[in-house]
């Protein structure tokens, strides 16, 4: 008894000790405040937010009360949360691979993970939006119980969503995949309101009354349906144990792909392009990004199509985000993705200007390739916006761009791009949050400038953002040679980085 | 054909190398060994431009390292797997070195097929990334690449770690074929005393960063060096 104490003690002690040792907590005072700043900011939004919501609910559904009309979305709220979590939520699997070698019962390490995965911020972080829309809707209008009552409705409605995803990262991956393909097409056909919205809408209010009215079938149901879920998933922990030791052998590697042929045929830069295809293809935490991008062409359009706010082009510098295509997010840890080999770089006849402006080539090939259908269907949807939405295209692929490569060098920052990120804060630093902002604040500073033109905002927006983009579209030569010079200079920094 | 001059690397207080003068002759099999922290791989590091000497200068055929790249033409090196792309299958990750030397892929292969017997059907054909691969067979891989594009200078930071038995007496004999055919000049560092002496015709010892033997063979005995590891075990 006092030896398996002693080991679960030992875990959670490994476990602070590498919270405390994480890669953010040994950036510099001056970063740790700034990414505190900007949580601090993100949970001051959703606060506001949890504010206001009775005020916009009243507003859209004036026949119904606030909290009435919120519980007819409330399952729409966690389908949504659900998507979040099956994309970012990982089971914190690294506290335990170095045990499973010890004498270390493997029934003790499952339990260990299942609770260990309970301490996530996707089990909070709603409560900042909810606690205060609960109290100023049912404490102070219903009663102090609906509100305790729907408080432990949402922490048991969270915690049903966080044993779903905790149970598809333990499941066969066969199984996972099917069960996430049968939640979104439930999620497109229903919750998306192409079929039974009004029925589906109804079943979630009658829920949410349910729940404040305290009938306890409810919970019993709920806390049942989690229960399972995690004996489930316990149970595929230890199958899962084998796979994380090595024991499963590999899928043979896939082959040269067509477009790696095509990209390699290009004279000069073929050479570079196919490694970089290859990179982006064959690593986890790169290839996300792009397998993204089909969600992103159909998103984007439709947004702006439905434009719930009615003002679209007030926020186009949250484009620069998108215009870019996988440039922008890749492009952030340019030469941190090759750290892993770049001595072998160092060491070989490779001229850096080429190299960089072949990486350059490709981000603005791939980023038009993108943006293109982007482009086509806001054209037919949104005509207004086709032109400060090519504007922000070229701005994303000529500044942007030259500012991602000149801040990229300055990150020494090693990546291993194999590893799947999901909000894994590797490789992420104060520093990229404020290149983020910058990018984004910069075509802000252009949208006021736009006002003073004699032209429509819209206008004037796209010539500021055309017009400049293009103009560092066509001096690439410049200011690519001038990134290889400054990569050059901190060379052996940066290799020093790459190798730690 | 390299000159080391009043080489120095410091990191904070600690020295990791200090060289007064070292010459590698044209042709020639160096063999650079010593305890761990010795120094070997920041000199290899050193020769290889990867890192800043805090003084001093590495000359290849008369001209500084850090002045111009053109030695990286005709350099093949090996340090660890940081000259591996990991995510490439090793077909890939050849034709990519032999491209970077002006090789096509059939010149590749061509060269390829030398190195067969060294990589045992486990290297080539394997539909494997190099990532996926074992220690001996990166090691296999890395070491191969060096040498496929026919250096005149070569450099391998312990080659014969990871590999079995066989593939050491391989990498041996190919490394003094290679040597004795194209006058390749060699600078090899090992643990392992044995398998130099029977490859180079110099050792070079280092300590702490300095060279404290310089061994010719077969003039100089190399049991020197091998009483010098026995002392220090002591």
Same mark, same amino acid.
């Given at each position: ?5 002693? /080991? ?8 602070? /000790? ?12 001056? /970063? ?8 601090? $900011? ?65 029934? $003790? ?43 432990l409705?949402?922490f048991l409605?969270?915690s049903l969503?966080?044993a ?52 306890p079938m409810v919970f019993i149901i709920l806390l049942s349906l989690i229960i399972v879920l995690q ?66 062409? $159909? ?56 190299? $960089? ?144 | ?234």
């Amino acid at each position: 008894m006092m030896l398996k104490h002693a /080991i679960v003690w030992n875990l959670l002690k490994h476990s602070w /000790i590498s919270f405390r040792r994480a890669h953010y907590f040994q950036r510099s005072l001056g /970063i740790r405040v700034l990414m505190g700043f900007t949580a601090m $900011i993100l949970l001051g939004y959703l606060y506001g937010a949890g504010m206001m919501l009775p005020v916009l609910l009243q507003n859209f559904f004036p026949e119904q009360l606030p909290h009435e009309a919120f519980f007819s979305l409330w399952l729409y709220l966690y389908f949504a949360e659900l998507t979040v979590r099956l994309v970012f939520q990982k089971l914190p699997r690294q506290m335990v691979q170095a045990y499973l070698t010890l004498p270390v019962k493997r029934r $003790i390490l499952a339990g260990y993970i299942l609770s260990r995965s309970w301490f996530s911020i996707y089990n909070v972080y709603l409560y900042a939006l909810l606690l205060p829309f609960y109290y100023r809707t049912l404490y102070l209008h219903v009663s102090p119980a609906a509100f305790w009552m729907a408080l432990l409705g949402t922490f048991l409605l969270s915690s049903l969503n966080h044993a779903i995803t905790i149970g598809m990262r333990t499941w066969p991956a066969r199984l996972s995949r099917t069960i996430t393909l049968a939640l979104f097409l439930f999620g497109f056909v229903i919750l998306g309101g192409i079929l039974y919205i009004a029925e589906f809408m109804e079943f979630s209010r009658q829920l949410g009354q349910a729940v404040i009215s305290g009938q306890p079938m409810v919970f019993i149901i709920l806390l049942s349906l989690i229960i399972v879920l995690q004996l489930l998933a316990f149970r595929g922990l230890f199958a899962s144990f084998y796979e994380w030791s090595g024991a499963h052998s590999r899928p043979g590697a896939p082959g040269r792909s067509s477009i790696a042929r095509f990209l390699a045929a290009v004279p000069v830069y073929g050479l570079y392009w196919e490694l970089e295809w290859q990179l982006i293809t064959r690593n986890k935490r790169a290839v996300g990004g792009l397998t993204q991008w089909p969600w992103i062409i $159909i998103a984007l359009p439709l947004f702006f199509y439905f434009d719930p706010f009615g003002d679209a082009e007030r926020y186009m510098y949250l484009m620069v985000m998108a215009a870019g295509g996988y440039g922008f997010a890749h492009l952030q840890y340019v030469f941190s993705w090759e750290s892993r080999f770049f001595d072998l770089i160092a060491a070989r006849k490779i001229d850096m200007e080429v190299f $960089i402006r072949s990486k350059y080539y490709f981000y603005l090939t791939l980023g038009a390739a993108q943006t293109s259908p982007v482009l086509l269907l806001v054209g037919v949807l949104r005509p207004d916006l086709f032109w400060p939405l090519f504007g922000i295209f070229l701005y994303a692929v000529g500044p942007v761009f030259a500012y991602l490569f000149l801040t990229g060098v300055n990150s020494s920052t090693r990546i291993n791009p194999n590893k799947k990120a999901g909000f894994n804060p590797e490789g992420t630093s104060g520093t990229l949050f404020l290149v983020i902002f910058v990018s984004m604040f910069s075509v802000l500073i252009l949208q006021g400038i736009a006002y003073l033109l004699p032209f429509a905002q819209k206008t004037g927006l796209a010539l500021l953002t055309g017009l400049s983009g293009l103009v560092f579209i066509l001096t690439h030569r410049w200011w690519t040679a001038a990134v290889s010079k400054k990569f050059v200079f901190r060379k052996y920094h940066n290799l020093k980085k790459y190798r730690e | 054909m390299i000159h080391i001059h009043k080489l120095k690397k410091a990191y904070g207080e600690q020295f990791a190398l200090t060289m007064e003068e070292l010459q590698i002759a044209e042709g020639s099999i160096t063999g650079i060994v010593g305890n761990n922290g010795a120094g070997k791989t920041t000199l290899f590091r050193l020769i290889l431009d990867l890192i800043e000497p805090t003084s001093g200068e590495v000359f290849i055929d008369n001209e500084p390292v850090r002045a111009n790249d053109s030695w990286k033409s005709f350099t093949g090196s090996y340090l660890d797997e940081g000259f591996l792309i990991d995510f490439l299958k090793p077909e890939e990750y050849f034709y990519f070195t032999g491209k970077l030397y002006g090789m096509d892929e059939q010149a590749t292969d061509q060269r390829l097929s030398i190195y067969t017997r060294f990589m045992a059907g486990e290297v080539l054909g394997q539909d494997k990334f190099i990532r996926d691969m074992s220690s001996g067979n990166r090691q296999k891989t890395g070491i191969v690449a060096a040498m496929m594009v026919e250096p005149r200078l070569l450099i391998l930071d312990e080659p014969f770690n990871y590999l079995d038995p066989s593939s050491q007496i391989w990498i041996k004999r190919l490394l003094k074929e290679d040597n004795e055919a194209r006058k390749t000049t060699m600078l090899i560092s090992s643990h392992n005393l044995t398998h130099l002496a029977e490859i180079c015709n110099r050792i070079v010892l280092l300590e702490r960063g300095r060279v404290i033997k310089d061994l010719s063979l077969p003039a100089d005995d190399p049991a020197e060096v091998e009483r010098y590891f026995s002392m220090q075990a002591e």
